[in-house]
């Protein structure tokens, strides 16, 4: 009930091949950034927020707000995204302004580490203080600050950071995460929905999207043609020993939209314009009824909606009223 559409995940499941369905064992929901927004672009649609600029697109779902023109500097926002080419750079998939009653001090990122020493680290571009951090390791075991002299967070790994700011715009960790990156074992198909990266040093044939090596050298010539640095693209193949080798792969135009789809019981029903359905704001003024009509639209009602990210609000483009 937690899960949230847009919401970057990391599911490990068994899957059944015969119909492409799977039932999952691990799902890991993190956002990338959440902290008070300190600059605004209206014209590019991007906000920054601890260091990070976020890019809201047409397919980002926003949460509380209706566009960009409505947050303001100071304004604590959370967002979910993935990973742009360039360090320090998010894509928002879900965006949402927090109204806490008394916000606190701390903000939070999340991202690989670099150029770790014993008292610092970068994490997606923002340099961390680590000498006053709790570390919380893979197996659940926490060290506590001050660490051991000379304990360094491996590099090339994703961690949670939790901290404050400082006057610089750096972060005091008070609590690393570590142990967030994926484990895949050798064989297993993976899917990845993410953003191409430039690999250094580059490599014929192989792509980086996020700590992903990809091999696309199998895949048709015009399909890994498209599969460049900066555009989104959906990989699924085959885990090899340090790398995926990619079996089918697409990339996004930058205008594209993507569709999405919610199911469940509605509720707190304000008029055709907002309603909620798994916690999702829906508005169906524009939609196309499979069966039943607007009339049907009363708090207590299953339905399935299929729709646009709007302002604010899935846009829906298709309802389904269910038994």
């Known amino acids: 009930t937690e899960l949230r559409l847009g919401m970057t995940v990391d599911a490990t499941a068994d899957l059944f091949t015969a119909t492409t369905e799977g039932k999952a064992k691990i799902i890991v929901a993190q956002s990338a950034v959440r902290g008070p927004i300190t600059a605004i672009d209206s014209a590019t649609q991007r906000i920054t927020a601890v260091g990070i600029v ?31 080419a360039k360090a320090g750079r998010i894509q928002a ?57 000379n304990t360094v967070i491996a590099a090339n790994t994703r961690v949670r950071i939790v901290g ?30 993410g953003i191409v990266g430039i690999m250094t040093p580059p490599v014929a044939g192989m792509v980086q999207i996020g700590e992903d090596k990809i091999d696309i050298s199998g895949l048709p010539a015009a399909t890994a043609a498209t599969i460049a640095p900066g555009f989104r693209v959906q990989i699924r193949g085959r885990k090899q020993d340090t790398f995926i ?38 508005s169906a ?4 009824f499979i069966n039943g009509a607007t009339a049907d639209l009363t708090v207590g009602k299953k339905i399935r909606v299929k729709g646009l990210a709007g302002a604010g609000v899935i846009d829906a483009t298709e309802v389904t009223l269910l038994p």
Do not use: M
């Open 54 to 84: 976020t890019q809201i697109d047409q397919n980002t779902i926003l949460e509380n707000f209706p566009s960009v023109t409505a947050l303001n500097p100071g304004d604590r926002i959370e967002v979910y995204g993935l990973q742009q």
């Open 285 to 288: 003024l524009t939609a196309t």
């Open 164 to 193: 404050t700011l400082n006057s610089a715009g750096d972060i005091a960790a008070t609590q690393i995460i570590a142990g967030l990156s994926p484990t895949r074992d050798v064989g297993a198909i993976v899917s990845i929905d």
């Open 245 to 282: 080798r990619a079996t089918e792969g697409r990339a996004f135009a930058n205008t594209e939209r993507f569709v999405y789809r919610v199911e469940g019981v509605i509720t707190d029903f304000t008029s055709t314009a907002s309603f909620k359905v798994a916690g999702e704001t829906i």
């Open 93 to 149: 998939t879900r965006a949402t302004l927090l109204k806490d009653a008394a916000a606190p001090d701390t903000v939070e990122v999340l991202g690989i580490a670099t150029n770790t020493t014993s008292t610092t680290s970068v994490v997606n571009g923002v340099t961390i203080t680590t000498t006053s951090a709790q570390v919380v390791l893979p197996n659940g075991v926490s060290l506590s600050a001050p660490l051991p002299p």
